[in-house]
């Protein structure tokens, strides 16, 4: 694995960690698709012009160049941003109206940002109209375009349902669209350094050496995005929903994101996977200092979660990295999340095999045991019965015979213990 510096990552002072919108503008802004204002700001409330969105769909999609076209009020498109309005013109990306004006400073609203993503990007018409509560309200134009952006996830709506075709889109909400939908489309040719689309390959599952260095203590790996190999950056940032999660949510198939720096390394992913809706059963994927994390992207604030198993009875401060990779329910009642472990997962049971049968092993527990406390009945000297399925990994002495491993050879077990015995993922046999 490789341990590498964090790249410069190109940040704004009004858009925090904290911010819905940090990992949309930090990504397409440190990849040049969007810039941020003089004073150093990104003004993430400020309004988008038609000629500013042009620009960024240009530069993002690698435009050719192209004169702009006699319109009535050229002289009105910015200087600075002729030859990427140009390019988006041609292209058809930007068009302008049967008076023959371009109008390039009137703000972009909401439904004609729909527009201007679908043409660009080609996003695949939609079987059904938007299900919007304002569906009437949005312009003939933009209809077909709002209905394949929302069945693409790439528009939503309100909390009230509404989709406000007439709304100026804010700069953030622009970053946000854009993302997702080179996200959609795999990737951004003329921003080679904004990786995007699936993952194709996440990182490792149950490594015991990776689980020490989750979220919560930074991270050194690689994973794939749309088949290209990233290596992480110790310290780099993943975020899921607008808040920062840890490396082990991110699953083979989430739709994701990342800025790829001078030196090659990953600073930061977004992860735009859908969260399974409340409440949900799954195993724990991550933890951060704030929040649990399931393999289905639910996500859990800790000071809200109440660990059970058994007669035991602990809030998520206390155990956090015993809960790594352990099955659960989660149950909700008012503010309050309670936790039921159903099966921990024990990262390193060792011990000396006292007797083999098809199938399954007994391990007599050495001194040397790493027991979690999610397991307190087990001390050592303690028999326990380990389950060897098909999807079992056993390697060392024996490897090439692994039904029929000698007795008194020492075992190392990692697997999920339930009902007093272990379905070993991992059995590593030495003499």
Request: without cysteine.
């Amino acid at each position: 694995m490789l341990s590498l510096a964090v790249a410069a990552l190109l940040t704004f002072h009004d858009v925090p960690k904290t911010s819905w919108a940090y990992p949309d503008v930090v990504l397409l802004s440190s990849a040049g698709a969007m810039h941020g204002e003089r004073s150093g700001s990104f003004a993430p409330t400020g309004t988008v012009s038609r000629e500013q969105a042009a620009a960024t769909l240009a530069r993002v999609l690698a435009l050719p160049a192209a004169p702009l076209g006699a319109f009535r009020d050229r002289a009105l498109v910015s200087p600075t941003l002729a030859a990427d309005v140009a390019r988006a013109v041609h292209a058809g990306v930007l068009e302008g109206t049967l008076q023959g004006y371009l109008d390039p400073r009137a703000p972009l609203t909401r439904a004609a940002a729909a527009a201007l993503i679908a043409r660009a990007f080609g996003i695949a018409a939609a079987v059904n109209p938007p299900a919007f509560s304002d569906a009437k309200s949005i312009p003939a134009y933009a209809q077909a375009d709002v209905a394949a952006l929302s069945a693409a996830g790439i528009v939503e709506g309100s909390a009230q349902g509404a989709f406000e075709p007439a709304r100026p889109v804010t700069r953030a909400e622009w970053a946000a669209l854009l993302l997702r939908a080179v996200i959609a489309k795999g990737g951004a040719p003329g921003v080679p350094s904004l990786v995007a689309g699936s993952l194709t390959a996440a990182l490792p599952p149950n490594d015991p050496a990776l689980a020490a260095q989750s979220s919560l203590g930074g991270q050194a790996g690689a994973l794939e995005i749309a088949g290209r190999t990233l290596n992480l950056a110790q310290g780099a940032l993943v975020y899921r929903q607008g808040a920062s999660t840890g490396f082990f949510a991110l699953g083979k198939g989430d739709p994701a994101a990342a800025w790829v720096g001078p030196d090659g390394s990953v600073a930061l992913i977004e992860d735009l996977k859908t969260p399974a809706p409340d409440p949900a059963a799954g195993v724990v994927a991550d933890l951060s200092p704030t929040a649990l994390y399931l393999d289905s992207g639910a996500a859990y604030p800790a000071a809200q979660v109440i660990l059970h198993y058994g007669s035991l009875i602990s809030t998520l401060s206390t155990l956090p990295s015993y809960l790594l990779w352990a099955k659960v329910s989660v149950q909700k009642t008012g503010g309050t999340l309670t936790v039921n472990v159903a099966s921990p997962y024990v990262f390193d049971l060792q011990g000396t095999i006292a007797s083999v049968s098809q199938g399954a092993l007994t391990l007599r527990l050495s001194a040397s045991s790493a027991l979690s406390p999610l397991v307190p009945a087990l001390a050592a000297g303690d028999l326990v019965q380990v389950q060897t399925g098909t999807g079992t990994s056993i390697a060392g002495v024996g490897a090439d015979a692994p039904q029929t491993p000698a007795i008194g050879l020492s075992a190392q077990v990692m697997g999920y213990f339930d009902g007093g015995a272990v379905a070993a993922d991992r059995v590593t046999i030495s003499q």
